[in-house]
């Protein structure tokens, strides 16, 4: 009876989670200050229904969540970014400091920021310099930072 009941729940937050996710989304700026930082998928939203039973929570998560589909991720791409990091913070991250130190200028729409008390992390601006996306990179190896700028920051002539 309870595993039917857990059936019956999870189908009725999918089923909650199409209509929120076509519905309303919420800006780069509320979803962090949700506690929804980085490219969520709105498939973690969907196992996150299934081990939380707050509903509040995944229907937050939905309104914060990026499209899984492979090909509308695959094309995204932005203009430049910003890799925020507090300064006294750095030696917590010898990744991050590798990749400053030794990859940056092949990035030459990068810039780096020391803010007082951030949390390594990127922010996307698009062809206006308006942000446009916020991620958590504190847990990145350097090779998935520089993966990700090559495939995500937009080529300029003096990177290529």
Sequence with gaps: MARAWTKMAVMMIMMLASTISAKEQLSGKECEDLGFTGLALCSD???LSEYVKDQELVS???KCCA???EDSM???TYSGAILEVCMRKLVFYPEIVGFIEEEKEKFPS???QYIFNSPPKLI???EDGEHK????IDNWKREHLLQYM???VKATSASL
């Design 124 to 126: 996307m601006l698009d």
């Design 74 to 76: 695959s094309k995204v």
């Design 60 to 62: 937050d998560c939905l």
């Design 133 to 136: 996306e916020t991620i958590r």
């Design 45 to 47: 939203c969907h196992s």
């Design 67 to 69: 499209d899984d589909s």
């Design 150 to 152: 090559r495939e995500k």
């Design 110 to 112: 990068v810039n780096v």
